[in-house]
């Protein structure tokens, strides 16, 4: 927009100030109102796109056996063993009511593990512990026997010091039901805590993909019920301490609420559920639209400042901000748009999201606030001298230390860029929420006292109907397993071969020396035919072989280890099926955790090329918007350094990098464009309008936007700290991670900058 068109705009917006005010309220009402129908998610499966293959073995596995989602209530006595009478009596009561939980098809613990034995030529197939209230020393020693000598309970069912159980149900949502995992996780808590009151001596945590679920909605209504709140009163404080002006920073705050609140009513209008990645673009469009308002507002307070009336003072910020603050808002928004490359739906809604609200918060900003801020009535500010000074004395360091500050930079982005390939990537379910929250201290209890919060599967196929009682498949079965519980990884291994070994040591007698795979198929048939006809109703091999006995699942748990380990372990199993099984028993590992990790890998991928075009498309606007190729192509220079060093710290420091590492770099590109911007755009106008030389360009830049500027950077700075009190660690790290890069950007757009515009813009003026 030309200068004359923009002096226009500006005086417009002036004269018909309330007709602008109110049609910007009367329009951001209508988007307003979409907000009505926001509603929460809480599966984890929101993550993966429909066309994600780990995403669709993992269905593929609970369509040929059962359900993973599940709720596991682990038990452990705050001093002594599980196996006593009490706390039996207690397992028992707390199995039985764990039928009641809603849409539950299946309960396992200790109590009803469907022990076999031998009694004469008849087989007996029932519960472990039958008559608790009725138990004597003898029979619990029997029940310690079995429970610490039996593959198929020991580090499963209950822990190898005998003190701590699990009672696990596995659930079957209906299709059509509307987010059951928060009924289920109110109804266990409810049962949990009914227990422990009941029995003071033992305690309780809660686990499994439920929990989980439910996890992600309960940590994405608590960022909106306190990042929110935290992010309004500090932004409040901040502009009012940094403008001293209560009724300039409240218009500004207005407009920073309709901003955002447009946002969140266009997803209400696009059928968008809140999940923890866009339950804070509020904070984020907050954020977004303050630094917007800021350079509108101090420009204006300074020109009132010099001595200018209100109105002028307001149309003259207008005038020189036109220009950046569209810019800044189209390369935010180009930033936050490259997330559709990801593989991650939550993080394709939160770039759209964002960067709709920067383009609203522009809108309202250029329009609304100009309008407010003639309305309101405020003091001419005082001039800061202390401020001026400090930023007049890193204008003469940048000038006279360019080279010094050149190479500077250039040798900490190559040394840091040397410890990139330490990150390591890990994204750990559990560890997705913050020490506190209880899903996170009840996985910790349970990983501390009975490892198995992660695991993988594995369906082996035997080629035919009926063929997982060949006793050649049974072999490779066993040896594969044999193979699993030697990796250090595996804690327990569950799979068919344990159950017809047990079979066949009970058809002859008990007789240890029989604890071995039938010989002969027939027989291995009529066994397992012979003990699924004597399991009760819930209690069937269903979790462990499909309908047409064609296949069965090995369940392997693991330690508590990395998702870069547990792929590993992965590749390492489908490697041994390659080179010792027949093609029919080929397998994938899937879980939940190896999903997530091979998420953040492809989303990392993914996210370089959308990170590259977003560089290209801000290069081509900047050099279009700023008519000079070469300051344009150098502007990106202080742009990719900040995410390199920055990643170079973190490599440094922590060493591990999940799903936010793959977004941290685009949802950050567009905010720290907005600093060169703004100084780019004043310093040309020194050297176009006023002649000056670029030591003299750089002087009025520093001296025009110098304080917008920084002001504008910190309150980016801490709008994304503010995440870091996230209770979901994905939402903490993006927020420490961008917040970091801001920092590093803000330090480079105020040294590097002007240094490198000062070594190559030397031989002419540039013409207008």
């Known amino acids: 927009m030309s200068q004359e068109r923009t002096l226009a705009f500006a005086r417009t917006v002036v004269r018909f100030r309330w007709v602008v005010v109110l049609g910007g309220i009367i329009l951001s009402g209508i988007f307003l109102t979409g907000s009505r129908d926001l509603t929460f998610s809480n599966d984890y499966r929101l993550f993966f796109g429909p066309d994600n293959p780990e ?28 196996l006593t009478r009490q706390s039996l009596i207690a397992l028992r009561g707390l199995t039985e009511a764990a039928w009641q939980v809603p849409y539950v098809i299946r309960v396992d613990s200790l109590t009803n593990y469907q022990h076999t034995r031998a009694e004469e030529d008849d087989l007996i197939v029932e519960d472990l512990v039958l008559d608790p209230d009725n138990l004597t020393p003898s029979a619990i020693d029997y029940i310690r026997s079995v429970a610490l000598s039996e593959p198929a309970i020991l580090n499963h069912l209950i822990s190898e010091d005998a003190t701590t159980t699990l009672v696990a149900t596995i659930l079957q949502f209906p299709d059509e039901a509307g987010g059951p995992q928060r009924e289920v996780a109110e109804f266990v808590r409810g049962l949990a805590a009914d227990f422990e009151r009941e029995n003071p001596d033992l305690e309780v945590a809660l686990t499994g993909a439920v929990m989980l679920a439910n996890a992600f909605q309960e940590a994405t209504r608590h960022d909106l019920a306190t990042l929110i709140p935290l992010m309004v009163l500090f932004l409040a404080l901040t502009m009012i301490v940094f403008t001293r002006s209560v009724s300039g920073s409240m218009a500004a705050l207005f407009i920073v609420g309709l901003a955002t609140g447009v946002t969140m009513g266009l997803a209400g209008w696009l059928g968008m559920k809140l999940n923890p990645a866009t339950g804070v673009v509020p904070v984020i469009v907050l954020t977004i639209a303050v630094a917007d308002s800021i350079h509108i507002l ?24 036109m ?16 997330l559709n490359f990801s593989d991650s739906p939550p993080f394709r809604e939160l770039g759209n999201l964002a960067a709709f609200g920067a383009i609203a918060a522009w809108l309202l900003t250029i329009t609304m606030l100009p309008a407010l801020l003639c309305i309101l009535p405020f003091k001419t500010p005082r001039q800061e001298t202390a401020e001026r000074k400090w930023i007049e004395m890193i204008t003469e360091f940048s000038i ?41 201290d009840d996985s910790d209890f349970v990983s501390t006292y009975l490892p198995g919060v992660y695991f993988i599967n594995f369906s082996l196929g035997s080629g035919e109907e009926g063929g997982v009682a060949d006793p050649a498949y049974l072999e490779r079965l066993e040896a594969f397993a044999v193979w699993l519980e030697a990796q250090p990884e595996v804690v327990h291994v569950q799979h068919l071969a344990q159950v017809m070994k047990r079979l066949n ?94 998420l953040t890998e492809r989303n990392i991928y993914a996210m370089l090329t959308g990170t590259g075009i977003a560089f290209i498309l801000i290069s081509l606007v900047l050099v279009f918007a700023l008519r000079n190729v070469k300051i344009g192509l150098m502007s990106l220079i202080p742009n990719i350094t900040p995410p390199v060093i920055a990643f170079g710290v973190w490599a440094l420091l922590v060493g591990e990098i999940g799903l936010y590492a793959s977004v941290v770099t685009a949802t950050a590109l567009g905010l720290i464009v907005d600093v060169t911007v703004h100084f780019l755009s004043k310093y040309l106008r020194a050297r176009r309008e006023k002649g000056l030389s670029p030591e003299d360009g750089v002087r009025y830049a520093f001296s025009t936007v110098g304080s917008a500027l920084w002001v504008s950077s910190f309150v980016l700075f801490a709008g994304f700290m503010v995440l870091a009190f996230s209770d979901f660690i994905l939402n903490a790290n993006l927020g420490i991670m961008t917040a970091l890069i801001i920092v590093i950007a803000f330090v480079t757009d105020f040294l590097l900058l002007p240094a490198i515009l000062l070594l190559i813009d030397r031989k002419e003026r540039p013409q207008a």
């Open 400 to 440: 006279t230390r360019k080279k010094e500050i050149v190479v500077g930079f250039a040798l900490a982005s190559l040394v840091l860029a040397v410890f990139l390939p330490r990150l390591v990537i890990n994204d750990k379910f559990v560890e997705f929420f913050a020490a506190g929250t209880e899903f996170r």
């Open 323 to 338: 220009q950046p603050v569209f810019l800044t808002s189209i390369t935010t928004a180009l930033g936050f748009l490259s």
């Open 55 to 82: 995403l669709a073995a993992e269905k593929t596995l609970e369509a040929t056996y059962t359900n993973v989602d599940n709720v596991a209530f682990v038990i452990r006595p705050k001093e002594g063993t599980i």
């Open 298 to 321: 101090v420009i204006t307070l300074r020109e009132m400042a010099y001595g200018r009336a209100k109105r002028d003072a307001i149309i003259e910020s207008l005038r020189i901000n």
């Open 505 to 598: 040591r009970n058809m002859h007698g008990d007789d240890p020396a029989y604890y071995a795979l039938p010989e002969e198929r027939e027989l291995a048939a009529q066994y397992l035919l012979l003990y699924e006809m004597s399991l009760p109703y819930g209690l069937d091999l269903n979790n462990q072989i499909d309908v047409g006995k064609s296949a069965s699942r090995v369940f392997a748990t693991v330690d508590n280890i990395s998702t870069s380990a547990l792929k590993n372990l992965k590749i390492r199993a489908e490697e041994w099926l390659a080179a010792n099984a027949p093609a029919s028993m080929q397998a994938t590992g899937v879980s939940i955790s190896i999903i997530f990790a091979y």
